[in-house]
């Protein structure tokens, strides 16, 4: 049998579209056929087989990140929230503030809060867990609504209160009074909140705060300040907003005076990765609404995905490049490396691409034993071996250039058919 050629093997005469005078087998209308006995089906599936179990695992995610989108819940975890009922939310504040005819709008983003806010209304800023940059809190001074900070920090506090105010370090006490001349503390009453501002010797012009609920020692829970063109209220203590202590004492009235006194209550809970301002930022507020449009844990699922596609890479990318030549570690055999090819042909059952090796060498090798150049086509190695061996033309186009076996016997019938043909043919 004619063994298996390497893959290095010279290239048999390229085979063409037949001309005039071209055996029968060779016509116009029936092109030669060399493949590897693969049709479109065959390949469409070989390729699903390989691609199945990542496009089963990238569909996968899909439907869980659309259920996610689907079963999202109607309220958050995100601290002091207003549609959060857990014990860390304010959303027992906000419902009651919408049953007063208020409308509460809940932004995350300091561009969001500078569009809602106005004169007229309401913004919260409720406690960062980072800090507000310089040109955040200039933004948000610059609404003209009626501020109400909690448990801000040393450059908020100043910022917000033209340096009237500084943070200082208290401890929540027994209840106390509010000792001030305040309405909205007077009908708070007792309240026991941690005391943490303190007045600063800044500046005798201007408005001085009204300062309430002291610790004795000179600090304060609670501080209001009136400006001419709006108010600044600053608390140290975020109890009075907590689902799980508003309930305590009176903060639940000192919180509803506070936030109430307008129809309009912007409710900015800041995300610690904001750095928008509201000038001319748009791109930071659509960011900010993408992300409030987004379902909870969905930042987790999409880090899952990144990986997973970064994972499926690294799997395939060692099967998708070109192949690597390398000098073999021992000599092997040509009989063993043709047994060895041989074998992996039979297991692939790719009888037409081993079909269609044993050809190219019968036909490299009838042509070279006759003298054809290598660029000689289908048509003249054909009738060079008819010349020489006089088969009909039919029989050795069928033999060189035929179509694909169709088991493996008929693939060694076409071996020993092969053999048969070299043997007859002698140079001329």
Not at 32 to 41: C, M, N, Q
């Amino acid at each position: 049998m004619t063994s298996l050629p390497p893959d290095l093997a010279p290239a048999p005469p390229t085979p063409s579209t037949a001309v005039s005078g071209a055996p029968a087998g060779l016509a116009n209308d029936a092109p030669v056929i060399i493949g590897d006995d693969t049709t479109g089906r065959s390949r469409a599936a070989s390729r699903w087989r390989r691609m199945r179990w990542p496009l089963t695992v990238l569909f996968v995610i899909a439907l869980l990140v659309a259920f996610l989108a689907v079963v999202r819940p109607a309220t958050s975890a995100a601290p002091y929230a207003p549609d959060n009922p857990e014990p860390g939310g304010g959303m027992a504040v906000a419902e009651v503030l919408k049953d007063q005819g208020v409308r509460v709008t809940h932004v995350t983003t300091v561009a969001d809060a500078v569009a809602a806010a106005g004169p007229d209304s309401t913004l919260l800023v409720a406690p960062n867990p980072s800090f507000f940059a310089d040109d955040q809190i200039s933004a948000l001074n610059r609404t003209g609504a009626d501020l109400v900070v909690l448990e801000p920090d040393f450059d908020m506090v100043g910022a917000v209160t033209r340096n009237k105010l500084e943070s200082t370090y208290g401890e929540v006490g027994d209840p106390v009074a509010p000792q001030c001349d305040d309405p909205t503390a007077r009908a708070a009453g007792e309240l026991a909140l941690r005391p943490g501002l303190a007045e600063t010797a800044a500046g005798a012009d201007g408005p001085r705060p009204t300062l309430c609920w002291p610790d004795g020692m000179g600090g304060y829970a609670y501080a209001r300040l009136e400006f001419p063109d709006r108010s600044v209220t600053v608390v140290s203590d975020p109890a009075v907003l907590r689902n799980g202590t508003v309930l305590d004492e009176g903060n639940a009235a000192l919180a509803l005076r506070m936030l109430g006194e307008h129809e309009d209550l912007v409710w900015l809970v800041p995300d610690p990765m904001d750095v928008s301002t509201g000038d001319d930022e748009p791109t930071q507020a659509d960011l900010g609404q993408v992300n409030a449009l987004m379902p909870p844990g969905s930042a987790p699922v999409a880090l899952v995905a990144v990986l997973a596609v970064v994972l499926l890479a690294l799997w395939r990318v060692r099967r998708m490049g070109p192949l690597v030549v390398e000098d073999l570690p021992v000599l092997v055999r040509s009989a063993e490396a043709t047994r060895g090819r041989a074998r992996l042909y039979r297991a692939a059952r790719a009888r037409g691409h081993a079909a269609a090796g044993l050809r190219a060498s019968a036909a490299d090798r009838v042509a070279t034993r006759l003298g054809l150049a290598r660029s000689s086509d289908a048509n003249t190695v054909v009738d060079a071996v008819v010349a020489a061996t006089n088969r009909p033309s039919q029989q050795v186009a069928d033999l060189l250039y035929g179509p694909p076996p169709a088991d493996d016997a008929a693939l060694a019938e076409l071996a020993r058919r092969l053999d048969i043909l070299e043997s007859e043919v002698h140079r001329p």
